[in-house]
């Protein structure tokens, strides 16, 4: 503060501002730290100031001058100063265009008063170090160099210009989730790292000297303090000897403000990134600086001690707070000793692997190898079990202790400890079934999974002591397992179920079933039930909204799910809008490089492709693949989708040669990690065969037709459009390739399903029905059944108002080619007669569709002697 003396008492009196003394003294703070800015607003606003203030600020003024470093930009041949960027304790930072090659740059110029012997032949020693530094995330040094004027000689860096944002703004921007900035965290050990093995220890990380570019990557820059190891503990000195602190206090290691400067070494740089780690997570400072002397935080970093942490939303995990803990030990042996092992303990985190700075008892490495390998657990048939049975057993102690509480009061102390004990017990099992992998679930247990968990489903529904919560919760869980391995109907009954049992017995926005409401409106939506889906998904949404607020991640989940509805549904517009809010939703909230943004790049692309604009959709599928690969590598489920998405998009852009490999590729995968009777596998069964049908190898599509067929009709039912698609597909194929015997074994089936799909259009059923009857009648089959067939495709065809579809020219064609094999070859003539006069009645003779008719009939009558 500034302490006036008591004879000025009178000529201070009746000042108009007396917030004045309080603004000169963060002024003055800030000049010592090398920025003007501060002091020249009070310059400009204390017009009005009494005399005796106008006096001060005056002295203040010429005291400014004589700042050292403080003052106009030096002129440094070969480059133009832009302007100014920035002010530290030991230079100024500006921006300048380099003339040769052209090119922006940041020129740091060392305070003037620094010009000594000794600290010049230190920065020429320190500047060379800072050179070998190349890493990504690290600024690039170009040149050192010194400016001369009369009066002093200024050291000064060229380094790379950086465009971004401090890495506390930029985390406050963003919003980002507590594990991409653990990521984050993790690439800027990186960097510092790099340093340390080439000799440089920064000494001053703080968030000013981190920028995070538009694309999220950290960068490391002003190393002006840096030193290199071979001279890391040696106090840089003034001029007249004495040391002077270096850095920024509230990131200082104990031994950087202790007068032990003989310890300083690469834990200190540690030390610096826990707080940094703390700050990214917390919001705030581990230290209470703001009302606090320089002394006073100096005693604080010099006693150590773990820090105290605020509630936050999310809460920190304690994992996070055991590393934040390690890094910032006050001894430095007590540290990660080295920026690397600070990192690799950011990646076991992020891998849901044990941390080093935690103690690995074994509840702690059996519970994180659960959370890593929930998949894998529950692919033993054993451990499955045992995990269901306990799971159900906890339920019913869960429900005990919650009544054991509400009994009598001697007996709530220890019903309160069982119960939270139970609880706790519960959430893990519950966790390790809700987090079923797929992609480490191998598919010769799948069917061992599917077992279980029916058993698991009958003993919830007559297990007669559960509370409606636990039941609830049960439901749920056993829902979303079954659709996580693609059993759609089963997953559907259970998440009704506990759907009724939280709205009946819970409060009406629980978050337990707004996430069910999700899950159920996908399983909806994977059923082709959407009405049920809308309602569901926008009851969930605004639920979530209310509960948790508009950028939670469970609210964030429901909007990128409400994308693909509104495109399946055909609502492309409103897709479009919904996609691109997510998106900017993701990259700011959830981060730019976390799978949920790659996922809602994936849906954006999808309804860009869709609405034909395929220059605008193909850099998201590129980037969502390229991101998945990254965040997962080959054999997840995301990344094999995102594979066969880029060659559905090259499909329908033409570019074929391309797409076969994609989609054998994501065929391969989804046959390996989710296997044979997903839907997405059947999914990729029937695009292949699609495919392959247009590089004109249709006897090879047949297999993978047919398989899709088969696998749809089974697991997702007659009904199902897509079950219909890869019917037809199936029938079609053969018939075009003269095996419409070989489809037989499939006619009923597939006839059953044209019958079923009240939502196709008209002529694709009558084709379909056609198609079943060449195949019976090519074979001398049921001739009744297959005659009751075209009947049915001729009505079919005749009520059909699309008549200028190729499927209703198929249909007509394969109705005809029927009726001869009916032997009915002129009733087979006159339909297809009928069906090309309808047409040129309707469209014209020279219609393209009117054209084809007349040919196929053209050709039908000379092949059967009907000139």
């Not at 703390?278 to 600086?289: H, Q, V, W």
């Not at 679930?441 to 009958?458: C, K, P, S, W, Y």
């Not at 009916?822 to 219609?847: C, K, N, P, V, Y």
Request: proline share 5%; hydrophobic share 40%.
């Amino acid at each position: 503060m500034i302490h006036r003396p008591a004879a000025q008492a009178d000529d201070l009196a009746g000042e108009p501002d007396p917030a004045l003394p309080d603004r000169l003294d963060t002024a003055l703070e800030a000049l010592w730290r090398g920025s003007g800015d501060a002091l020249a607003d009070v310059l400009a606003s204390s017009g009005d100031a009494g005399p005796g203030h106008v006096g001060l600020v005056r002295a203040v003024s010429r005291l400014s001058g004589l700042m050292p470093g403080v003052g106009s930009p030096p002129s440094v041949d070969g480059y133009e100063i832009l302007g100014e960027v920035g002010r530290g304790g030991m230079g100024v930072v500006y921006r300048a265009r380099q003339r040769s090659p052209s090119r922006d740059v940041a020129i740091k110029v060392m305070r003037r008063g620094r010009s000594g012997a000794a600290h010049l032949r230190r920065f020429r020693y320190e500047a060379d170090s800072l050179a070998s530094l190349d890493h990504p995330c690290i600024a690039k040094i170009f040149h050192a160099g010194v400016v001369e004027d009369a009066d002093d000689l200024t050291p000064y860096l060229v380094m790379e210009f950086i465009e971004g944002r401090p890495l506390t703004a930029h985390l406050r921007e963003r919003s980002s989730s507590h594990r991409a900035r653990v990521a984050l965290l993790a690439r800027i050990a990186d960097a510092v790292h790099h340093a340390h093995q080439r000799g440089v220890i920064h000494r001053d990380l703080k968030p000013d000297n981190i920028l995070v570019d538009a694309e999220g990557t950290p960068r490391v820059l002003d190393f002006g303090v840096a030193r290199s190891l071979e001279h890391a503990a040696e106090p840089i000195t003034q001029d007249n000897g004495e040391a002077s602190l270096v850095g920024t206090l509230a990131y200082m290691s104990p031994e950087q403000v202790d007068a032990e400067v003989g310890a300083l070494d690469v834990r200190s740089d540690v030390y610096a990134l826990g707080v940094l780690l703390y700050e990214s997570l917390a919001g705030t400072l581990p230290y209470k600086i703001d009302r606090a002397s320089p002394a006073e935080v100096i005693r604080q970093i010099a006693r150590g001690g773990p820090f105290d942490w605020p509630a936050t939303d999310p809460p920190v995990d304690a994992e996070l707070r055991d590393i934040v803990a390690m890094a910032t030990a006050r001894r430095p042996a007590d540290r990660y000793p080295s920026a690397e092992a600070f990192g690799a303990d950011l990646r076991r985190y992020l891998a849901r692997e044990p941390v080093r700075a935690r103690p690995r008892g074994a509840w702690y490495v059996a519970q994180k190898f659960a959370q890593r390998q929930a998949g894998l657990v529950i692919g033993s048939g054993v451990a499955l079990a045992v995990l269901v049975g306990l799971l159900l057993t906890l339920a019913v102690l869960y429900t005990r202790s919650v009544e054991a509480r509400e009994a009598e009061a001697e007996q709530r102390a220890v019903a309160e400890d069982e119960l939270e004990q139970r609880t706790r017990l519960l959430s893990f099992v519950e966790n390790m079934l809700a987090g079923i992998d797929p992609a480490a679930a191998r598919t010769m247990d799948r069917e061992l999974l599917r077992m279980i968990l029916d058993q698991a489903g009958e003993r919830v529904e007559r297990e007669p002591d559960m509370r409606p919560s636990a039941a609830g919760a049960l439901h749920a869980i056993i829902g979303r397992s079954y659709f996580t391995i693609g059993e759609l109907h089963e997953a559907r009954r259970h998440l009704r179920l506990a759907m009724e049992l939280f709205r009946a017995h819970a409060d009406a926005d629980d978050p337990r079933a707004i996430n069910a409401a999700g899950v159920l409106a996908a399983t909806h939506q994977n059923l082709a039930e959407f009405d049920e889906a809308h309602e569901l998904l926008d009851w969930a949404i605004d639920a979530s909204v209310r509960t948790h607020g508009p950028t939670h991640a469970s609210t964030l989940w429901l909007l990128d799910n409400r994308t693909n509805l509104l495109r399946l549904s055909g609502r492309l517009d409103e897709a479009e809008a919904n996609a691109r809010e997510v998106l900017v939703l993701r990259t700011e909230h959830t981060g730019p490089h976390e799978p949920d943004t790659f996922h809602a790049m994936v849906n954006l692309s999808g309804v860009l492709m869709e609405q034909g604009r395929y220059d605008e959709a193909e850099p998201y599928y590129i980037g969502a693949l390229e991101g998945f690969r990254a965040a997962y590598g080959e054999d997840h489920p995301q990344t094999i989708n995102a594979l066969g998405n880029l060659g559905g998009f090259y499909r329908v852009t033409g570019r074929l040669d391309e797409a076969e490999p994609l989609y054998l590729e994501s065929l391969d995968a989804h046959h390996r990690v989710l296997g044979p009777n997903h839907p997405g596998t059947l999914r990729w069964a029937h695009n292949t065969g699609f495919l392959l049908n247009q590089l004109g190898r249709t006897v090879d599509a047949i297999p993978h037709t047919t398989s899709a067929f088969e696998g749809r009709l089974r697991v997702l039912g007659a009904s199902h459009p897509d079950t219909f698609a890869s019917a037809y597909n199936t029938m079609f194929f053969h018939e075009r390739t003269g095996r419409a015997a070989k489809a037989s074994a499939h006619a009923e089936a597939a006839a059953e399903v044209a019958r079923a799909a009240s939502g196709q259009p008209d002529t694709s059923r009558s084709a379909l029905l056609a198609f079943c009857a060449l195949a019976v009648l090519e074979t001398d089959g049921n001739l009744p059944e297959a005659s009751a067939w075209v009947d049915e495709a001729r009505t079919l065809l005749r009520a059909s108002s699309e008549i200028a579809s190729p499927g209703a020219l198929r249909a007509a064609r394969a109705i005809a080619d029927s009726a001869v094999r009916l032997g009915r070859a002129h009733e087979g003539e006159a339909d297809l007669a009928a069906f090309a006069a309808r047409l040129e009645a309707e469209l014209g003779a020279e219609a393209p569709a009117t054209r084809e008719a007349g040919e196929a009939l053209r050709e039908f009558r000379a092949e059967h002697g009907m000139g």
